[in-house]
């Protein structure tokens, strides 16, 4: 059974970073793309980044130039870097997972919450 866990969530005040940790246990075959969403209460899930099965990389506008996505591999684990961060990054943050095959796999979340 494949599961996803977030972690790395917290409070921190603007200006800080943060690193989120999502961590997949079990066998995931054929990914075609990782991401992380993020959703605030009273608002759509947003598209935070993405990181295709070949490397390519793709960001919101309102975080480009301050996060990073990244994977590794042998950990089986998708990492979101959060640099520089705001208020209005505050919201729940949740990892996904894509398939060819054409299963999809999300994480449970976690808050992040950036105090002025």
């Known amino acids: 059974q494949v599961k996803l866990v977030e972690s790395g969530g917290g409070l921190v005040q603007a200006g800080g970073s943060l690193r989120l940790s999502c961590a997949a246990s079990g066998s995931i075959f054929g990914i075609k793309a990782m991401a992380w969403y993020r959703q605030t209460p009273g608002s759509q899930r947003e598209l935070v980044a993405t990181?295709?099965?070949?490397?390519?990389?793709n960001y919101a506008d309102s975080v480009k130039g301050r996060f990073t996505i990244s994977r590794d591999d042998a950990e089986n684990t998708l990492y979101l870097q959060m640099n520089s961060l705001k208020p209005e990054d505050t919201g729940v943050y949740s990892c996904?997972?894509?398939?060819?095959?054409?299963?999809?796999?999300w994480g449970q979340g976690t808050q992040v919450t950036v105090s002025s």
């Open positions: 996904y997972f894509d398939t060819r095959l054409g299963y999809h796999y």
């Open positions: 990181l295709s099965s070949g490397g390519n990389t």
